[in-house]
């Protein structure tokens, strides 16, 4: 009897340090780089891999006034995103390979609506919703630092 419950509890053990470590190495640490719009610092998480990506700023429940996501993307493409799994409204800027602003779209939580790049984009920024509005931020204007930013993964 007692060797049984030693394996179950041996089983156990290492059933909890393989979850732990699995959810380690899911969580992935995205840098952070520091962007500007206007007179405007902006610290943005840098999500430039697949499952960074994809991930994006899901299951979040809040984000300081002043953070925000960049989207790294392979190339200049219409890219769209979504609000699965998303508890925070937010504003996208889709931005080309240069950091010029192409549109900016309000998206609300928890949704599957496409917001998308009214042109060829490199970049999307996603900040709290409204933020770009509040400080005059528009198409054409420019988010600096963009050189910063490293190469998307495939």
């Known amino acids: 009897m007692m060797r049984s419950v030693s394996k179950v509890v041996r089983r156990a053990v290492s059933l909890l340090v393989f979850v732990g470590l699995v959810g380690v190495v899911g969580a992935q640490q995205m840098p952070l780089v520091e962007l500007a719009a206007g007179m405007y610092r902006i ?3 840098v999500a430039h891999t697949p499952q960074t990506r994809q991930i994006g700023l899901m299951h979040r429940q809040a984000m300081a006034e002043q953070r925000g996501m960049v989207f ?5 493409a219409q890219h769209c995103m979504w609000m699965r799994n998303t508890y925070i409204p937010l504003s996208v800027a889709f931005l080309d390979a240069e950091g010029r602003i192409l549109n900016i779209e309000d998206m609300a939580p928890q949704t599957e609506d496409s917001h998308c790049a009214v042109a ?4 999307a920024l996603e900040m709290n919703q409204g933020w770009f509005a509040k400080r005059g931020m528009a198409p054409g204007m420019t988010i600096r630092g963009i050189e910063r930013l490293p190469a998307a993964e495939h």
């Not at 060829?120 to 970049?123: N, S």
């Open 72 to 76: 790294v993307f392979e190339r200049d």
């Open 43 to 45: 610290e943005a998480e």
């Open 120 to 123: 060829p984009a490199r970049f």
